[in-house]
């Protein structure tokens, strides 16, 4: 009998051993095909102050009407990449000019990498926390709230208060990705809504195991 509950724990622990790296290597697979699909935003500003906090997003103004007449016919994440190489020095200035139109001197650094990320929505779309490459624009100090969205496929542009994502993004959107990874972004059923949290969950333990 002894023998008999020791293999029944074997069996359960190999089980469940099976259970979790199947499910850890679906949202590794997920998060990767999302990272190399999108190419995202990401401005931090100087401090929380309410000024800081306003410079912000009116540097992201001035960059995302620049990047938008650069990039409006992209048909791909690497091409919006390659345009963004190409123009960073403008970014730069872009920012900086927008800074000292607004009364400060604050320096700008902006640069293109791979960053961590936090769950976000963007309307209707819900994208889970991960690495994504990305166009970083830090303000002064750095110190402040971040602000994130998504140049390719253009979502920054999403007006989040009416809570759709424009019928061509969702369009390139679906040619990046497989089906099931689209439906789990879009949430829409209770079956993709709980797989998004699973790999929502695997990404957030990874983060914090990669930041010990």
């Known amino acids: 009998m002894k023998k008999f509950n020791k293999n029944i724990i074997i069996v359960m622990f ?6 979790f790296f199947s499910v850890k290597s679906y949202a590794e697979t997920v998060n990767k095909d999302l990272s190399e699909s999108l190419f995202r935003l990401h401005v931090i500003a100087n401090s929380d102050s309410e000024e800081d906090q306003n410079l912000k997003y009116k540097v992201r ?17 690497d091409e919006t990449i390659n345009i963004a190489l190409l123009h960073l020095d403008e970014f730069e200035q872009i ?7 607004n009364g400060y001197d604050y320096p700008v650094e ?19 926390s991960g690495y994504y ?9 750095a110190n ?40 789990i972004i879009s949430q829409n059923s ?23």
């Open 144 to 183: 402040g709230h971040n602000w994130w969205c998504v140049m390719f496929p253009p979502l920054c542009f999403v007006d989040v208060t009416s809570a759709t994502v424009p019928e061509e993004s969702k369009d390139q959107l679906k040619q990046s990705l497989s089906n099931e990874e689209y439906d």
């Open 95 to 101: 920012a900086e000019d927008t800074i000292r139109q």
């Open 133 to 141: 490459d990305a166009l970083r624009v830090k303000i002064g100090k």
């Open 110 to 128: 902006v640069e293109i990498g791979n960053y961590s990320f936090p769950t976000k929505s963007y309307g209707d779309i819900s994208l889970p």
């Open 61 to 77: 103004d001035s960059l995302l009407n620049y990047m938008n007449t650069l990039s409006i016919n992209s048909k791909s994440k």
């Open 190 to 212: 209770e079956t993709s809504e709980v797989k998004f949290k699973i790999v929502e969950l695997f990404n957030s333990l990874a983060s914090k195991l990669a930041q010990k």
């Open 14 to 19: 190999l089980l469940a051993a099976f259970i």
